[in-house]
């Protein structure tokens, strides 16, 4: 499978906000990993590196990411991804659903720590949980915040407004 991604993949790396008119083609395969998990670092990042690929990590520091370095990557190991070319983004600082009274902390908090460590203000968010609401769409665009995923199936059609 990774032979055959190599081939025919069109890798896309975002390092600078892009306008509609530099919209990314319509072939992408866009790799993201989330949670901060440290396998991501130690298994993950050589083999992007060995191939080329860009991606995105989205860093949290809910769960055990305090406390347990075994599991979990450290901020010195993040600044690194950045500095192999990879887009570090937002996935909230206590991985929890955002809301109009929590999301401002929430993404503040992982900001702060990319900024401490020299890593650009994320534009890209991943919703914990996959839980995400319609009413943050516009708050989150005026935070700064330009593209924002989530997983999970089945996708929604955009023409009814539940396109994600």
């Known amino acids: 499978m ?3 991604l190599i081939v025919v993949l069109v890798v896309l790396v ?9 919209f990314p083609p319509d072939k992408v395969v866009v ?5 901060s998990v440290r396998s991501q670092y130690d298994v993950v990042r050589p083999i992007l590196l060995k191939y080329g690929f860009g991606a995105t990590f989205f860093i949290t520091e809910g769960f055990d990411f305090n406390s347990d370095k075994q599991n979990y990557m450290t901020w010195e190991q993040i600044k690194q ?3 192999d070319g990879f887009e570090i983004g937002n996935h909230t600082r206590d991985h929890v659903g955002l809301n109009e009274q929590n999301y401002v902390e929430q993404l503040d908090a992982i900001n702060s720590q990319c900024e401490r460590y020299g890593i650009p203000k994320p534009i890209s968010l991943a919703y914990p ?4 609401s319609l009413e943050m769409f516009e708050k ?3 935070y700064g915040i330009q593209f924002a995923r ?3 199936s089945p996708e929604f059609p955009y023409e009814k407004g539940k396109g994600v």
Request: net charge negative; charged share 25%; hydrophobic share 35%.
């Open 31 to 35: 790799l993201t990993f989330d949670d």
């Open 14 to 22: 975002v390092r600078e906000p892009i306008s509609a008119a530099e």
């Open 2 to 4: 990774l032979q055959w």
């Open 129 to 132: 949980g996959n839980q995400y």
């Open 81 to 83: 991804l950045h500095t």
């Open 140 to 142: 989150l665009s005026e």
């Open 150 to 152: 989530r997983g999970g």
